[in-house]
């Protein structure tokens, strides 16, 4: 999932492009859920908007703007920090493949080339955003999440993740009384949402749409204030806070920035509930979310899932993900506060590199690659951030292939070519991966070089399965990377059978090879 980011702008400067953005795409379908005083609403015909009623609130400030709605500004979502002490959630995941769009998948022997090709897709986009110039963020504000009810004893807490269409779900609760949702778990970006009730247009989910009016515990965020001014353009119905959140391949979501409680499953067996969290309540959302229920937000900005809840968790969280084509009956942990901690022998610890421009993403850094015995040409600045903020190397659970700077991508793919010149080539204009060895079954993996990455901190040793990748419709292995312009990410099939342990008061994040199926 490419969540959305970049430029590096005053607010001021910022407020204006924004306005501009929404002056120039009208598009009147958008933001059914706003009540009459905003919109004029008729059961028969699509509703307008009333725009001297909508306000764009800065800092504290709001302002009159004539602005329409748009489906492609970026914007990113971070703010606020909070004290910490532990305490854990677990949750598990689930694989998801995203049907690039709406569009829904063949049942024949395409199937797997369409979810690799939306793979690819959306991969290519989160490369260009992270690729773009970054934007300083305000974090004034300081609320997030409240004191927790329930068991203060237990050590960590969890929910199940499955792998489903090339995207990871895990499941959260909201409201009371609680309601179930699957989200997709996304490192890449901060805010967490889910499809809410009015919705004047979203997209299939398997579950029932959240529905503010039915939880007691559920209350908007006011219009000015500080986790609502922590949006980079935070927007106001009258009192009350407005989210816009749009992703770099044009998914969007928008709707109510609201409070509701979150329980979360011990790995005691008991409940922890967290009032107070902050999430946008989607009534508008567009585009390529896999027919989850929302997104939850990992990224480091003080808005997402793990931030809000540092005080409960203290910052910890890991992750295992199964094989991004394995049943969605297989599950794995995501695991928050002091149960994350790896406990498997060998566990190699990298330094998250701080980068002012960019808080969300997680940086690390890079020094070379390995293909076989032989350590590749490759300048170790091209891993490296830049003197803007841009570029440098990531940790991406959002992102399911693998991006390589251009420099180091080509040096990659020559030595697999070499190493791999026994077995015949097969062209696959559909998954758009440069490197695809035909001729094998399923169960057949080609004998291929080892890879190795090496990090500031320790070697990452990639088995095989986890950067070439079986096609069943051409019965062929392709190499599961693709190259960027400048950045490099780590996307979730590299990350396959790791446990990854992010630390974000640490400042370190963690990777040991491990059997992901329904394990801590």
Request: glycine share 8%.
């Amino acid at each position: 999932m490419l969540r959305g980011l970049s430029g590096r702008w005053t607010r001021q400067v910022a407020v204006t492009t924004m306005s501009t953005i929404f002056c120039l795409s009208v598009l009147s379908q958008v933001f059914y859920h706003f009540p009459t005083s905003l919109f004029a609403r008729d059961a028969n015909q699509t509703p307008s908007l009333n725009v001297n009623e909508f306000q764009l609130g800065q800092e504290g400030r709001t302002s009159t703007q004539h602005i329409q709605p748009t489906r492609r500004a970026l914007l990113h979502a971070e703010h606020h920090s909070i004290e910490s002490h532990s305490h854990g959630v677990k949750l598990e995941l689930q694989r998801i493949e995203s049907p690039c769009g709406l569009q829904k998948f063949r049942d024949d022997g395409f199937r797997d080339h369409q979810r690799l090709r939306c793979a690819v897709h959306r991969s290519l986009f989160r490369a260009q955003e992270v690729r773009k110039k970054p934007r300083i963020h305000d974090n004034t504000g300081s609320k997030a999440g409240g004191s927790p009810t329930g068991s203060t004893t237990a050590v960590g807490f969890t929910a199940p993740v499955a792998a489903a269409r090339g995207e990871y779900l895990a499941t959260v609760r909201l409201g009371t009384p609680e309601r179930v949702f699957s989200v997709i778990v996304d490192t890449g970006s901060d805010l967490t949402w889910v499809q809410c009730s009015p919705c004047g247009k979203c997209y299939s989910q398997n579950d029932a749409l959240f529905l503010p009016n039915t939880s007691t515990s559920f209350t908007k965020l006011a219009c000015g204030s500080a986790l609502c001014n922590g949006l980079p353009f935070p927007m106001c119905n009258q009192t009350t806070c407005v989210y816009w959140y749009s992703y770099g391949d044009g998914s969007l979501t928008t709707g109510d920035f609201v409070y509701d409680t979150i329980t979360m499953d011990g790995i005691n067996g008991q409940k922890q509930q967290v009032p107070n969290f902050a999430f946008g309540c989607g009534h508008d959302n567009e585009g390529s979310f896999a027919g989850a229920d929302g997104i939850l937000g990992l990224g480091q900005g003080p808005l997402s899932f793990h931030s809000q809840l540092k005080s409960v968790y203290n910052g910890k969280f890991s992750y295992c993900l199964v094989d991004w084509l394995a049943p969605p009956t297989q599950t794995s942990p995501l695991l928050f506060g002091d149960a994350a901690v790896p406990i498997l022998p060998d566990v190699k610890y990298l330094p998250i590199l701080a980068n002012p421009k960019v808080p969300t993403y997680y940086y690390v850094k890079l020094n070379g690659i390995s293909v076989g015995d032989n350590l590749l040409n490759i300048s170790s600045t091209v891993f490296d951030i830049d003197s803007v903020g841009g570029a440098g190397t990531i940790f991406d659970s959002g992102t399911t292939v693998t991006q390589l700077a251009e420099a180091a991508y080509k040096e990659v793919l020559a030595a697999m070519n070499a190493s791999t010149m026994a077995y015949s080539r097969k062209i696959d204009d559909i998954s758009r991966l440069d490197l695809c060895l035909s001729g094998f079954p399923k169960d057949q993996l080609p004998t291929v070089p080892a890879m190795t990455f090496h990090f500031e901190g320790g070697d990452m040793v990639l088995p095989p399965s986890n950067y070439f990748i079986y096609l069943e419709s051409s019965q062929s292995y392709c190499f599961a990377m693709t190259s960027s312009p400048d950045v490099n990410i780590i996307g979730s099939v590299q990350q396959q059978n790791f446990q990854v342990y992010y630390d974000t008061a640490g400042r370190k994040l963690g990777f040991v090879p491990k059997d992901c199926v329904g394990r801590r």
